[in-house]
Nanobody, 123 residues
Framework: QVQLVESGGGLVQAGGSLRLSCTAS????????MGWFRQAPGKEREFVAA????????YYADSVKGRFTISRDNAKNTVYLQMNSLKPEDTAVYYC????????????????WGQGTQVTVSS
């Protein structure tokens, strides 16, 4: 069993930056693919970014490429999402998730989820 706790959300002006963190408890964090998803009001949950257990493979949604960076520190059981040049359309609840797969971009392939952290970008 893995428990995930996100932090770092908040209110920021357009063009600003935030760094989200997700810390895992439980075993074998370093063996999981970790991902970030987001869900805006009235919309479905969507993929944002994923990183393989080694940190070597990373995938991003087209909407965040060049602005967001996912990284992980296996020694700290933590995955990060650095978000730069934020836009109002980035406003959503951001969720951290862990998958048994080597790399995954589809929500249904993730096995564990955090509770989410709110990110609000004002124009």
């Amino acid at each position: 069993q893995v428990q995930l706790v996100e932090s770092g959300g908040g209110l920021v002006q357009a063009g600003g930056s935030l760094r989200l963190s997700c810390t895992a408890s439980g075993r074998a964090f370093s063996s999981y693919c970790m991902g970030w998803f987001r869900q805006a009001p009235g919309k479905e949950r969507e993929f944002v970014a994923a990183i393989a257990w080694s940190g070597g493979d990373r995938y991003y949604a087209d909407s965040v490429k060049g602005r967001f960076t996912i990284s992980r520190d296996n020694a700290k059981n933590t995955v990060y999402l650095q978000m730069n040049s934020l836009k109002p359309e980035d406003t959503a609840v951001y969720y951290c998730a862990a998958s048994f797969r080597t790399i995954a971009t589809i929500a249904s392939t993730y096995n564990y989820w955090g509770q989410g952290t709110q990110v609000t970008v004002s124009s």
